[in-house]
DNA sequence: CGTTATTGTAACAATATGTTACAATAGTAA
DNA sequence: TTACTATTGTAACATATTGTTACAATAACG
């Protein structure tokens, strides 16, 4: 979330750079849904802020020179440490009900940062909405070095976000089920190997629906996109499913 | 496009409110691709300025307190003279390469408006792109008071436009081919009442192929979202076609 | 080895879509 | 009135996709 911005920079740049707002477009920030898959649940990527008891989307804002899906890149790679995500734009959120400084108040006072009322901080707000893709194994949830903290959460479990980013996660959520079977993108919430058990809780949980196994697997295999591994052996007395991989057919 | 604001006003304003850009949010602007159908093609409203020979959308920007969707209906209506549009936001642009104030320095210019380098309206841009499907023959292209016009244009033919306003479009018409099963937005290109024949043209225009009479026919009654009104005369030598009527059943 | 639980897949059913064909019919002209 | 024409509405069948049931394969366990 916005907040996320003033504590990516070192003490210094908070009095300099973020005070003016110089080197950043005004009024206009990225928010980014983070999502991974752990235990059969959708997680959400969100920071804390122990001060104030908030909690919010990572996000920030675009440098004067830098394009936006780069500025969106490089919110989420600071917050999880990876590189090549998945990344999409989904909406742009433009109510003026979205203004309330209120919380970046706190927060700045509780930083000791004195803002005056113009400040660029507390004015309006328009957010680009970007979701991305992750596989929880290899994420590194990474708060910033001034106290605050970045977890998963339970989709199903989310604490009260600040201002509307619930309702950005509820849209992101939406977008992708709308997209899921058009653009193949679950396999980026699984490592690079899964069964097809796996991927079919992926949807499933996506979906929020239980899906026919046999018409999913024959579905999944005659897309062409999975490439047969290895079997796992689970250690369970019952046959060893087979290890997918995803191949990008160019 | 951005442009269109600054004619939007009274030429006072020009040199009042648009001089600081007081009363609108910075570096943020909303652009419209509004379809039209007629003549089995699609139409595109663009706006000219004649003195630079320059196309672009129309466009404007969002009011200190004014929601994004709000900005986009307001924009929109101004140059269609309609009401209760479909609207939908697509995509929003926002690379660094988007920026190139050389057109707008050529109109500002050609209107007598000083403009020292850091003008607002010669920063950078980022652009909330919102797609319109309207009533082709309700729609009244409304240029501004100052000399451009406002009119019609072949999505086929195309002038040269400006800066990427031409891949906007390309964007908008890709968003519309992909929703256009899932969201049933068709019939908004059309008037109240309307023929099979002329559903289906709708459809094949949109999605640039053919598609099969008896198909397209058996799926679009298998939807119940179409009504039956009366049968239309057209005066040729076959079968009368019916007229039918989009309902929206909630 | 049998038992157990789960996986991979075949087989059939139901539904959706592609294709062909034909009856219905508004205008035209004998 | 009555053929004739072109287009519409729809049935009928073929093919493709998805839903459902069933069953063989098999890793671990006793």
């Known amino acids: 979330m916005i907040l996320a911005v003033i504590f990516n920079m070192p003490k210094e740049v908070i009095t300099e750079e973020a005070k003016d707002g110089k080197g950043f477009m005004l009024g206009l920030a990225v928010d980014a849904v983070i999502f991974g898959f752990h235990d059969r649940q959708l997680k959400v990527l969100l920071l804390e802020y122990k001060q104030t008891g908030l909690f919010a989307l990572p996000g920030g804002f675009i ?43 706190a927060i700045m006072n509780a930083k000791g940062i004195k803002a005056p009322a113009d400040h660029w901080l507390l004015q309006r707000f328009i957010t680009v909405g970007y979701l991305a893709l992750v596989d929880f194994t290899k994420a590194l949830p990474t708060p910033d070095a001034i106290s605050d903290s970045c977890r998963w959460y339970d989709l199903n479990a989310l604490p009260v976000l600040m201002q509307d980013h619930r ?47 046999a018409a999913f697997q024959r579905k999944m295999l005659g897309l062409g996109i999975l490439e047969l591994v290895a079997k796992k052996m689970t250690g369970k007395a019952h046959k060893a499913p087979y290890l997918y991989r995803f191949i990008n057919k160019t």
């Open 167 to 213: 309702s950005i996660i509820d849209k992101a959520l939406e977008t992708l089920q709308l997209t899921l079977d058009q653009k193949l993108t679950g396999f980026n919430l699984l490592p690079e190997q899964f069964t097809m058990g796996d991927l079919q809780s992926v949807y499933e949980t996506i979906l929020g629906k239980p899906l026919i196994r």
């Open 63 to 105: 440098r004067t020179k830098e394009n936006l899906n780069d500025a969106a890149t490089r919110i989420v790679t600071r917050r999880t440490g990876l590189h090549n995500i998945y990344l999409q734009q989904f909406y742009t959120f433009g109510d003026y009900s979205r203004y309330d400084p209120t919380p970046m108040k």
